[in-house]
């Protein structure tokens, strides 16, 4: 193989040119590199460490002119040796402005050269480690006061930070910038060389700052008033002041779905009968059902909206996303009837069953936003290309029928062409345009699809095993529940180490770095959202295992939990995660699981483990409630009484218990534990689940038991009779 070895470097060394050629070689002649810097015959004319690597993001800077190194020791080790500074890039691989960051700096051959004289230049991916990224997330919102990605940071050969930024532009005057990152790449490198002590009382402040940020002001000993529903209510009244009564969701652009808690509106106006929450809940599922982030031809929601209606999305689509609005749709839909929402909580669950499942049954993490070089490609049309494929249909009528519908107009709504929205939802409509839609969408299949990220992670399979189950206990669709079950297996199954540990992140056969907080805690609530939809005795139980494991491994005895375990590298901070953002934290998750099973085993040492969480972050919630409205979730869930609901069925009559399993489905009981089982399963299973023991079935039918802390309403064999109990519990 010809020299590769970026501009500005050492010539590698004979084995590890070797072994980068070996890896290329591996990937086979379809390889295609993504790089404009090829040779006459398509090879790339540098390769880096990377390539070593199997996430999609790090592999996509594989051939990069810069001399990337992964994250570990050879590289800081490398900076101490060469008395460089290391600058450390994190993202991910369907970040668009990490893409327009790789093509103007990353991919040019003078900013390049420059930080491989200079530096050593460091790529994480952020969905593999959390962890760093967390902290140095913390280090760029201490110096500018917000953050995003690409995370740009500069530190010392002991990891620890002295400047950050996100994204630079290249040069001095590109998009508007005083100073680009070349600049600025050869003033942080002079400053680093001949003002050492700058450097050093830099790094150790801001060192200092995010390990106050980041392990947080304790205060196990102060109490939080438990059950607390007067914090609940001063947080909605913040989101009641905050709220686009027009669009739903807050005032605001960007709009993200997770910067208003619908599901904490909907068990406020459960619990209170706040017909404003209510309001402001479903406006909002509604407004982003019918805008331009929902994919309005194949489903599933895009990442965010950058204007306030919902309109024009950042095109890309993440697992997570999806997986947690599954559940909010699916209890609107329970809360409301509305069959609106039903419909696109199973479009959506279609959605990641159909583009984002591994053909053994994970689930694959996102896809970009980018498609032929243009964010948002894949997804747009023009007025022509639509009546051009409708008219073909034979009737024009439903041509302008679905033009009038999803707002085409002549010049588009994005940059000459039309995101489809809905100005006007009409479910009737909706109906008669199935045929319409399904054309595109068979057109549509046939263009140059985003980029997929393939990578299996264990925490966001975890979500999604719980949008599968809920959806399907609530929809009644067994082939959610099968879904859920096999994803359930395969990252209970291939996730683990040799030592059957857990493990984050699966990819190419392989599965790597140990699980974190949120893997642990999101894969146990999903497992018990799988137990209560299948009744599969086996979810429960190693939903129980799991949560014993993440208690040893995460816990702090004097409250809360870690993101690491001691099974981590040492990072300069060790994170108490305190915020719910796009995805809930791993605390938050890890206070409902705690919660939950101990309703369901009726062991109290689950209950105090969630209060000392809960009192670990007690200024949070007290001083800034809405950074944890999940752990709200666990609040309210704790400040109820929560329903102990057992149905019991003779052996062989489970289709006889299909009335009472329906007015189950149909009532929305956000507290509660649901077990079930025949009758001979019932000693076996109140071994774990304490609100079974002793359950039978009455006159040989199946029998529901609805109880609090123990104490049974009568047992009923009606279904008309057990709604009748389950409404009145929830008074």
């Known amino acids: 193989m010809a020299d590769s070895t970026p501009p500005g470097s050492a010539n590698f060394p004979a084995d590890l040119a070797r072994t980068l050629e070996e890896a290329i070689a591996r990937r086979g002649p379809g390889y295609v590199p993504r790089t404009h810097h090829l040779d006459a015959a398509g090879r790339p004319r540098f390769t880096n460490r990377l390539a070593l690597e199997s996430s999609p993001y790090l592999l996509q800077h594989a051939h990069n002119p810069v001399n990337w190194f992964a994250w570990g020791d050879e590289a800081f080790a490398e900076a101490q040796r060469l008395g460089r500074p290391v600058f450390l890039s994190i993202g991910y691989s369907t970040c668009h402005w990490c893409h327009v960051m790789e093509a103007e700096s990353f991919e040019d051959e003078e900013i390049a050269g420059f930080l491989n004289r200079n530096y050593v230049a460091v790529k994480v991916d952020r969905e593999e480690r959390p962890d760093i990224d967390a902290v140095y997330m913390s280090a760029v919102q201490q110096l500018t006061g917000s953050g995003g990605w690409p995370m740009s940071v500069w530190l010392t050969a002991a990891r620890e930070p002295f400047y950050a930024g996100t994204y630079f532009p290249p040069r001095d005057g590109d998009r508007g910038g005083s100073r680009g990152f070349l600049s600025l790449l050869a003033a942080l490198a002079e400053t680093f060389q001949r003002d050492p002590d700058r450097v050093n009382k830099a790094s150790t402040a801001l060192v200092q700052a995010v390990r106050q940020e980041m392990q947080g002001r304790a205060a196990p000993g102060e109490a939080i008033d438990l059950p607390a529903h007067q ?376 209950r105090q483990l969630a209060e000392r969480g809960l009192r670990a972050h007690a200024e949070t919630l007290r001083e800034r409630p809405i950074a944890m409205t999940e752990a709200l979730l666990a609040l309210d869930f704790l400040a109820d009484t929560p329903r102990e609901i057992a149905l019991v069925w003779p052996d062989g009559a489970e289709d006889a218990a299909a009335p009472l399993l329906s007015a189950l489905r149909r009532s929305y009981l956000p507290s509660r534990a649901i077990a079930a089982g025949p009758e001979s399963a019932m000693e076996t299973l109140g071994r774990t689940v304490s609100f079974v023991r002793g359950k039978v079935s009455q006159a040989g039918r199946p029998t529901a038991y609805v109880c609090r802390r123990g104490r049974c309403d009568l047992p009923v064999t009606d279904a008309a009779a057990f709604e009748a109990q389950l409404r009145r519990e929830a008074c």
């Open 231 to 606: 914090l609940i209510d001063a947080t909605v009244e913040h989101y009641k002041r905050s709220f686009d009564g027009r669009h739903g969701g807050l005032q605001r652009a960007p709009k993200f779905p997770s910067h208003i808690p619908v599901r904490l509106l909907l068990r406020y106006a459960h619990r209170t009968g706040d017909a404003t929450a209510l309001q402001m809940a479903t406006l909002t599922l509604e407004r982003m059902a019918a805008g331009g982030i929902y994919d309005q031809l194949g489903g599933g929601f895009h990442r965010y909206a950058t204007d306030a209606q919902w309109l024009l999305p950042h095109f890309e689509k993440m697992l997570y996303d999806n997986a947690l609005l599954v559940v909010a749709y699916a209890e609107a839909f329970q809360f409301t009837g509305r069959a609106d929402f039903a419909r696109v909580a199973r479009e959506t669950c279609d959605y990641m069953l159909r583009e984002m499942r591994d053909g053994e049954g994970a689930f694959y993490s996102a896809t970009d936003a980018d498609s032929e070089g243009d964010e948002g490609r894949f997804f747009v049309w023009t007025g022509d290309e639509i009546r051009r494929e409708l008219d073909a249909l034979g009737n024009h009528e439903t041509t302008r029928l679905f033009l009038e519908h999803y707002d085409v107009r002549a010049n588009g709504n994005w940059e000459g062409r039309t995101v489809l929205n809905v100005p006007r939802p009409d479910e009737a409509r909706w109906a008669a345009l199935a045929e319409a839609r399904a054309r595109l969408h068979e057109v549509r299949k046939r263009r140059v699809a985003p980029l997929r990220d393939d990578k299996i992670l264990a925490a966001w399979n975890g979500l999604t095993i719980s949008g599968l189950a809920v959806a399907g206990r609530i929809l009644d669709e067994p082939r959610y529940l099968a879904a859920a079950a096999q994803a359930a297996d395969f990252v209970l199954t291939h996730l683990r180490n040799a030592d059957g540990e857990l493990q984050r992140s699966f990819k190419d056969g392989q599965a790597r770095h140990a699980a974190f907080l949120d893997d642990h805690a999101f894969l146990t609530a999903g497992l018990i959202d799988l137990y209560e939809a299948s009744f599969d005795p086996r979810w429960l139980a190693e939903a129980l295992s799991l949560a014993e494991t993440g208690e040893r491994l995460f816990a702090d005895p004097a409250g809360g939990w870690y993101m690491s375990s001691t099974r981590h590298e040492t990072l300069i901070a060790r994170e108490k995660p305190a915020y719910d953002g796009a995805e809930p934290s791993g605390t938050s998750v890890a206070l409902m699981n705690a919660l939950r099973l101990g309703v369901f085993t009726g062991d109290d040492r689950w």
